[in-house]
């Protein structure tokens, strides 16, 4: 058991260690500062992230995509920018009764800036990357990453440890081979 859970945090360290990569699509953000404004987040293996411009019609708002077919993290910026609040849901209560009824409860936070942004949406995608890749369990937990987002976006370093932290206590299932990929 000892030597499983040594291998799991070596494989998990070398992940963190690797350097991302980064394109940009967004006019006005370089690479540099996209490099800046995630240092001393988890890396997701070899993965690409991708920063997009997000186009809205009405008031900005978080959006973000782990695309695990392509290798893609997908991060989008609202633009043009401005300092915006958002519901954060961090965890939900089953409601007694026939249905599935739930009680949740929120977090109002402001995004002040770009990196506000794409530190949030990263960790919140990272976690649905971790889920599937590292711990071959299925990635649709949202409360969970939004929970694992909004307590580690402001921090310096993030690590391993952090996740672990927002995931104990999760019941899911592990993923079905038909839907692992195959390298």
């Given at each position: 058991m000892r030597r499983a859970v040594a291998a799991i945090e070596r494989q998990a360290s070398r992940a963190?260690?690797?350097?991302m990569s980064v394109r940009s699509d967004l006019p006005g953000l370089k690479v540099a500062g996209i490099r800046w404004a995630l240092s001393g987040l988890p890396s997701p293996g070899d993965y690409r992230v991708v920063?997009?411009?997000l186009r809205f019609r009405t008031r900005p708002h978080l959006?973000?995509?782990c695309e695990f077919d392509v290798g893609r993290i997908i991060v989008r910026v609202?633009?043009?920018f401005r300092p915006f609040d958002e519901l954060v849901y961090v965890k939900a209560r089953r409601k007694p009764g026939a249905g599935m009824r739930f009680a949740w409860l929120s977090e109002k936070v402001r995004f002040r800036t770009r990196?506000?942004?794409l530190r949030f949406v990263y960790l919140h995608e990272w976690l649905h990357w971790y889920l599937r890749e590292m711990q071959g369990r299925r990635s649709g937990a949202e409360t969970a990453c939004d929970r694992f987002a909004l307590r580690n976006f402001r921090r310096r370093q993030v690590t391993i440890d952090d996740a672990l932290?927002?995931?104990r206590g999760l019941?899911?299932?592990p993923l079905p081979?038909?839907?692992r990929l195959v390298a």
């Open positions: 963190h260690a690797q350097e920063i997009k411009p959006s973000g995509l609202p633009e043009p990196r506000d942004v932290e927002a995931i019941r899911m299932l081979d038909e839907l």
